[in-house]
């Protein structure tokens, strides 16, 4: 296991923001999967601003979004299309063609999440896949408890998350909410993984996560078996690791 620890966010930030540049550089054709959420927001601003700065070729690269929440629009400020859209993509300058999400909306998901699935192998499959890691070891949306072998599916999101979504987007109680993500076969099926977890919040799940078991109760757990992860911490998350002197 590879485990980078950032002094400081910053640090943290222009760590994480170099994982996807550097890929795009050392191979422009790559598949790069996202994840959304507070973790993130930062190093995609930095990719833009370095960019911006110094250009370097984007058109051959295909980008997704790791997870999408359901039964909102897909242009909701929360929605991880309309995040990453904001953040990275439009700043890059990244046409649709070379951006995949699964749909906020839909009449035939199961369909829609194979088809995600297929369209990633069609482009030769993840070559770096950057994760979020939940407070609860959650991975895109895959909860405590879900299969290891799953595949691309609709499931829960965390109580809280679905609290706040229905707050900002008024959606009421008998309407549901979901989230539509990479099952955990298909995010251990990526050639290379950077999980990212910064702040105070996440040092117990980061702790559990490494140095725990490896179980569905952990989602993130699994990632103690995959061939080339990395682990990119901040000195807060990394906080209750038990380092060997
Ligand atoms: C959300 C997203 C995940 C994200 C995770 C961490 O539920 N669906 O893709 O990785 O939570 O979010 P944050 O970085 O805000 O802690």
Not at 69 to 87: D, F, I, P
Not at 184 to 193: L, S, T
Request: charged share 25%.
């Amino acid at each position: 296991m590879k485990i980078t620890i950032a002094n400081t966010e910053q640090e943290f930030d222009c760590a994480a923001a170099w994982r996807v540049i550097g890929q795009m550089l050392a191979c422009p054709a790559s598949v790069i999967g996202l994840s959304t959420g507070r973790t993130t927001g930062n190093m995609h601003r930095l990719i833009a601003e370095i960019h911006g700065r110094y250009p370097f070729p984007v058109g051959e690269t295909t980008f997704f979004g790791l997870d999408e929440v359901t039964g909102v629009s897909r242009h909701y400020s929360g929605a991880c299309y309309t995040m990453l859209k904001t953040e990275l993509i439009d700043a890059l300058g990244v046409d649709e063609e070379h951006f995949l999400m699964l749909p906020t909306r839909c009449d035939d998901f199961p369909r829609a999440c194979a088809d995600f699935r297929n369209e990633i192998a069609r482009r030769g499959g993840i070559d770096l896949l950057i994760l979020g890691l939940g407070e609860n070891g959650h991975l895109g949306f895959n909860q405590p408890g879900s299969p290891f072998g799953g595949e691309a599916w609709v499931t829960h999101m965390n109580a809280e998350l679905e609290e706040r979504i229905r707050r900002e987007t008024g959606t009421p109680p008998d309407v549901p909410l979901g989230g539509a993500t990479l099952g955990i076969k298909d995010i251990m099926q990526a050639r290379r993984i950077v999980l990212v977890a910064k702040g105070e919040n996440k040092t117990d799940i980061v702790s559990r996560m490494l140095q725990g078991p490896v179980t569905p109760d952990v989602p993130a757990s699994v990632l103690q078996l995959h061939p080339d992860c990395e682990f990119l911490l901040d000195a807060k998350a990394a906080g209750k690791l038990r380092m060997k002197n």
